[in-house]
């Protein structure tokens, strides 16, 4: 369990990297707008990343014998999350999600954000909205002496609550030493059979909280490069992510 929990000087290595995200990822909302692509977007990340110091944590990263090869994932309108950067121009009225993280002397951060690309249709504004709502509830319920679940209630009831689909295939996750750390921060409330651990949240343990949160339903299927996730109904999904601090008062957020 113990190590599960960081201690301050550890916190702070994990603020610098968090904080690295933050302003990649205020750099990227500068850039977007109809015309520029995936990969350029994806570029500017690696560039940012790499010129204060860090390394883009993504870069790389392995699942079983599949290598990430970029710097971001770049996902596009029903793309949950994990989007290869394309080639193909944003248009106005699409939403796009950027998922980054950041290696700086042995310590990782980890956020996501979903933009507006022009003027977006109201009902894709709302599931954003509620989206970046939902995660800041479950921030909010990342406090000493709860249990993981409460982070989970709070993103599932908000969600549902506005008719949405909670994606049940992917997770938030711990992160400290190595991008992906236990335990996994399922964004619904698992049954029993499914194998998460409701864990006693205890001062010092850090989470990415990441809802990601589909406008029709919660299925989703992979595409055919093997890594980009899509909604199975073909309809638009939002992904917000913060680095997150277990606090007595709730959760601190590093990737602010």
Not at 55 to 74: D, H, I, S
Not at 88 to 110: M, N, Q, T, Y
Request: negative net charge.
């Amino acid at each position: 369990m113990s190590r599960l929990i960081k201690t301050e000087a550890e916190i702070a290595r994990m603020r610098e990297a968090s904080h690295i995200v933050a302003e990649c990822l205020n750099y990227v909302e500068t850039l977007i707008r109809p015309g520029v692509t995936p990969m350029e977007l994806n570029s500017a990340v690696d560039r940012f990343i790499t010129e204060r110091g860090a390394y883009p944590a993504f870069k790389g990263y392995r699942v079983k014998r599949q290598t990430f090869q970029y710097a971001a994932c770049v996902s596009v309108n029903n793309a949950v999350v994990h989007g290869i950067p394309s080639r193909e121009p944003l248009r106005e009225g699409d939403i796009v999600s950027v998922d980054c993280g950041a290696e700086k002397d042995g310590w990782f951060g980890d956020g996501a954000w979903t933009f507006a690309v022009g003027a977006i249709a109201p009902a894709t504004q709302k599931l954003m909205d509620v989206t970046r709502e939902s995660l800041l509830l479950g921030v909010a319920r990342a406090r000493v002496g709860g249990r993981l679940f409460d982070i989970s209630e709070a993103i599932q009831d908000y969600c549902e609550m506005h008719g949405y689909g909670v994606v049940r295939e992917l997770v938030g996750h711990g992160i400290g030493k190595h991008l992906h750390e236990d335990p996994q921060v399922p964004n619904y409330i698992p049954s029993p059979k499914e194998g998460f651990t409701n864990l006693e949240l205890l001062e010092g343990m850090t989470f990415a909280i990441e809802p990601m949160i589909n406008m029709g339903t919660e299925k989703v299927r992979t595409a055919k490069d093997k890594w980009t996730v899509l909604t199975a109904d073909g309809k638009p999904s939002a992904h917000f992510e913060h680095t997150v601090v277990v606090r007595r008062g709730g959760g601190e957020i590093l990737t602010k």
